[in-house]
């Protein structure tokens, strides 16, 4: 089992920067590959990035290549996502997930967090 809880959300101005964390708790993160998706009221959850279970392969959404690095602390158990030169359809919930594979899909991960609030102001 695995608990994860996201933070460092809140309301930035366009071009700003959020760093994410998703703090894990159990002894095995280390084996888990861990992803960020986020959603807004009325669409579905979408893919953002994903890293490795050994930090390595970090993949991202087109929409925020050059903008958002994925990045692991495996002795902290969290796992992060800076987030630069953001845009205000960057708004959303975004949230962590822990996966035993590899993927981009929601059905492919394990456990979720409750969600972090990004708001983007233009």
């Known amino acids: 089992q695995v608990q994860l809880v996201e933070s460092g959300g809140g309301l930035v101005q366009a071009g700003g920067s959020l760093r994410l964390s998703c703090a894990a708790s159990?002894?095995?993160?280390?084996?888990?590959?861990m992803g960020w998706f986020r959603q807004v009221p009325g669409k579905e959850r979408e893919f953002v990035a994903r890293?490795?279970?050994?930090?390595?392969?970090?993949y991202y959404r087109d929409s925020v290549k050059g903008r958002f690095t994925i990045s692991r602390d495996d002795a902290k158990n969290t796992v992060y996502l800076q987030m630069n030169s953001l845009k205000p359809e960057d708004t959303a919930v975004y949230y962590c997930a822990a996966s035993r594979t590899l993927g981009l899909s929601l059905d492919q991960y394990d456990y979720w967090g409750l969600g972090t609030q990004v708001t983007v102001s233009s």
């Open positions: 159990g002894h095995t993160f280390s084996s888990y590959s």
């Open positions: 890293i490795r279970w050994d930090g390595g392969r970090t």
